[in-house]
């Protein structure tokens, strides 16, 4: 299985500040023949199914606000929230799609400072 | 717009069986490959299974093969889970979800559709 392994595991950030949430694979999620990085962001917030944010690593779902950004390839990714929102208030899960079993990070739990 | 809506979470003891179903609208069900993926309380999401978008084609975790079975109805836009011999670690909310374009169990993308979820506690 890939593991994903996210940090911190907590942070908190200011209102209107950046906000950068890490996530390192086990092993490599970019798949060389189409040079996509099998990898997802999503938002969960309390008593609310994870919302998708972010895929192929770097790509913004549709109506995510653009604050939202994801970078990285291979094994290690971030996600980046600028200019933090006091809706931004949730925890963060990043996912790797490359192989079964689809697997999930451990979480970040973002709050305001 | 997408809507998945599961139902079928009780609170079951030890061994004992229970069935989930994920009732879909808003988009053409029959050409979506569909997964289960569960959440303790407290954890990270837990991808449990997938089934093709004929019902052809299955996998699921290794923590619940031999136990959970997924189908689905076209005919009714239903997936459903069959969940036997539960076990105190099975206590999750369990989430139907889609993965967009894909129609068979091993096409990998993102999970872009997720419902409200069903609460199952597995208690003696």
């Known amino acids: 299985d890939i593991v994903m392994t996210q940090s911190p595991d907590s942070l908190a950030v200011s209102l209107g500040e950046r906000a950068t949430i890490n996530c390192r694979s086990s092993?490599?999620?970019?798949?060389?023949?189409?040079?996509?990085?099998?990898l997802a962001w999503y938002q969960q917030k309390p008593g609310q199914p994870p919302k998708l944010l972010i895929y192929w690593a770097s790509t913004r779902e549709s109506g995510v606000p653009d604050r939202f950004s994801g970078s990285g390839s291979g094994t290690d990714f971030t996600l980046t929230i600028s200019n933090l929102q006091a809706e931004d208030v949730a925890v963060y899960y990043c996912q790797q799609y490359y192989g079964t079993p689809r697997t999930f990070g451990q979480g970040t739990k973002l709050e305001i400072k | 717009q997408v809507q998945l809506v599961e139902s079928g979470g009780d609170v079951v003891q030890p061994g004992r069986s229970l069935r989930l179903s994920c009732a879909a609208s808003?988009?053409?069900?029959?050409?979506?490959?569909m997964h289960w993926v569960r959440q303790a309380p407290g954890k990270g999401p837990e991808w449990m299974s997938v089934i093709s978008h004929d019902g052809s084609s299955k996998d699921y975790a290794d923590s619940v093969k031999g136990r959970f079975t997924i189908s689905r109805d076209n005919s009714k836009n239903i997936l459903y889970l069959q969940m036997n011999s539960l076990r105190v670690e099975d206590t999750a909310v369990f989430y139907c979800a889609r993965t967009a374009d894909c129609l068979s169990a091993s096409c990998y993308r993102q999970f872009d559709s997720w419902g409200q979820g069903t609460l199952v506690t597995v208690s003696s």
């Open positions: 808003g988009f053409t069900f029959s050409t979506s490959a």
């Open positions: 092993q490599s999620v970019l798949y060389s023949s189409n040079n996509k990085n099998y």
